[in-house]
DNA sequence: GTGAATGTTAACAG
DNA sequence: CCTGTTAACATTCA
């Protein structure tokens, strides 16, 4: 399910839970969440693929992994790996890894969050200058600078910007590397709309398919390193090595 | 029934 | 100690 813009859709489907008072806490997870019981949940916050609940004694980071998934005022047959329940309505999670973090030392750094406000394409651009060796393919989900991208945004935004996803980061030319950053952005919006409007997102040219819209053969790659499969077309995504 | 899929992290080897 | 590889987690869909 999680790829940054199904957090944020996330984030926006958990509003209501805003200002509201947590009236019990609990779940498998490793974490103990008796500190959490009478509290009120301040704020709800994403960077990334990573859910942060706010609350004024600590933090909820919460992480859905491959398989993992959060359902609001329902619930599935299986426990719930974390919960929070108010007054009316409760936030289940399912699959999910949760932990807390402590004190109030800097969360994330906004700059990397593809969907963020806040996001600096010339600072992941300076991120990206600092390892030169690498496969962009390999950067571009490295969440350090990239957050919030995952494979399916990483075959679509090399797709889009003309990039073998076997490039040498260092030797992409600028210019195109600043176009490869705004389509990781552009397509996480088109990504993150789809889902708004439609619950899914479906909008390949790419992922998963034979052919691009214009009939170019698109190849799949095995990175075995990261155990991923890449999607590319030979003919219009340029190799810089 | 089988295999593949939007991801991270802990544990281990060298 | 640092770095890279492997295992573990556990669900849904075709």
């Not at 957050?147 to 210019?175: D, F, T």
């Amino acid at each position: 399910m999680p790829e940054g813009p199904s957090i944020l859709l996330l984030k926006k489907q958990l509003q209501p839970f805003v200002g509201k008072i947590v009236k019990q806490a609990g779940g498998y997870g490793p974490m103990s969440t008796g500190w959490l019981k009478g509290k009120k949940l301040k704020d709800i916050q994403t960077h990334g693929k990573h859910l942060y609940f706010i609350f004024t004694n600590g933090v909820v980071q919460l992480h859905l992994g491959l398989f993992g998934d959060v359902l609001v005022n329902e619930r599935k047959k299986v426990n719930r790996k974390f919960y929070l329940e108010f007054a009316h309505g409760e936030i289940n999670g399912y699959v999910v890894s949760v932990k807390k973090v402590e004190g109030d030392k800097k969360l994330y750094d906004p700059r990397t969050d593809i969907l963020s406000a806040d996001f600096s394409a010339a600072h992941v651009k300076s991120l990206v200058g600092e390892q030169p060796e690498k496969d962009i393919a390999g950067l571009l989900m490295d969440q350090k600078i990239f957050a919030g991208v995952g494979n399916k945004i990483r075959v679509e935004a090399l797709y889009r910007s003309g990039i073998h996803p076997l490039s040498k980061a260092g030797k992409i030319p600028s210019k195109v590397l600043s176009k490869l950053i705004a389509s990781a952005r552009s397509y996480a919006k088109i990504f993150y709309k789809n889902l708004e409007k439609t619950g899914s997102n479906k909008d390949f040219k790419a992922y998963q398919q034979e052919h691009d819209p214009q009939g170019n053969e698109i190849t799949m790659k095995y990175l075995a390193k990261e155990k991923r499969k890449v999607y590319f077309s030979e003919r219009k995504q340029k190799l810089y090595t």
